[in-house]
């Protein structure tokens, strides 16, 4: 595995032939990420895994100061699946202020964690969009798990004709369900005992949509208030299309079911599909 941190390296060595898989991440990677390096090597040549993490994209107060920063570990992590790592400094990639950025509608981006982190997918967007431009892939990959930032990138690249594919890979589990997140670090030994219980509320959701209920706020509520009662602060448990995560009508189908909710300071998303 090369390492880069300037877009001239990286640029110098990427190689102009075969296919590019670019894999998108801040680092401190666990088998979530490694499972997209992995579908990623499935599909092309090349794989290009970054590390950068994005500041645009948190929110005063958030945990841009915290996030948990692990190079050493994530480079081990990687040997074996990437054949460049592209982890460039905030100097390198926004040598001055980004003054032109990415803002995806409303629509997509305002509603659910773009409701509670305004601004939030166009700190995503913009980067997409500059990782896009650097590495130049033929394909990138993103988790499921962060579902309304596959939606917005899907998006982005179709209405900007950007030549890239877009794969989503499945949100790794822990053996207890929760999902696979950096942030899961946070978590104090009795809140990673709560945690699963996340995916448990999400399951029961998605098995009475199944079973035919069609009272998708009351599930939506019944989830709020299991959370409630077990100590978290829901931001949103939401039943929307797949497709563009709006609400749905009667007799739509494909049905995601997003939340988010915190858990003592850490702040945890999950999702399920029907
Ligand atoms: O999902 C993430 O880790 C980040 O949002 C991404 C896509 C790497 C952009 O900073």
């Known amino acids: 595995m090369h390492i880069h941190d300037t877009i001239a390296g990286l640029r110098g060595a990427r190689g102009r032939s075969g296919r590019v898989a ?18 990623a090597r499935e599909t092309a040549d090349t794989v290009i895994a970054t590390i950068f993490v994005n500041r645009l994209q948190f929110r005063p107060g958030e945990d841009f100061e915290k996030y948990p920063r692990t190079f050493e570990d994530d480079c081990e992590k990687l040997a074996t699946h990437v054949d ?8 390198e990639m926004y040598p001055q202020p980004q003054t032109y950025q990415i803002e995806p509608p409303p629509a997509q981006a305002g509603i659910l964690d773009g409701e509670f982190r305004p601004g939030h997918f166009r700190g995503v ?7 896009f431009q650097i590495v130049q892939p033929d394909v990138a990959l993103f988790g499921k798990k962060d579902y309304q930032q596959l939606m917005v990138i899907r998006n982005m690249v179709r209405e900007f004709n950007v030549a890239v594919e877009i794969i989503g890979g499945e949100t790794v589990r822990a053996a ?3 999902a696979l997140s950096s942030r899961n670090g946070y978590l104090s030994a009795a809140e990673r005992a709560e945690a699963p219980n996340l995916f448990r509320i999400l399951t029961k959701v998605i ?7 069609r009272e998708l706020t009351m599930l939506e509520q019944r989830a709020m208030a299991e959370l409630q009662a077990r100590g978290w602060i829901p931001d949103y448990v939401a039943l929307r299309k797949k497709l563009d995560l709006q609400l749905p009508s009667a007799h739509d189908s494909g049905l995601v079911v997003l939340a988010a909710a915190r858990l003592g300071s850490t702040r945890l998303i999950d999702n399920l599909e029907v």
């Open 125 to 131: 967007a913009t980067v997409v969009m500059k990782l």
């Open 207 to 213: 098995e009475a949509v199944r079973a035919g209920s």
């Open 84 to 91: 460049h790592l592209f982890a460039p400094t905030e100097a």
């Open 176 to 178: 207890d369900g929760l």
């Open 22 to 39: 670019l894999v998108p991440t801040m680092g401190n990677l666990h088998e979530g990420h490694i499972a997209l390096m992995k579908q």
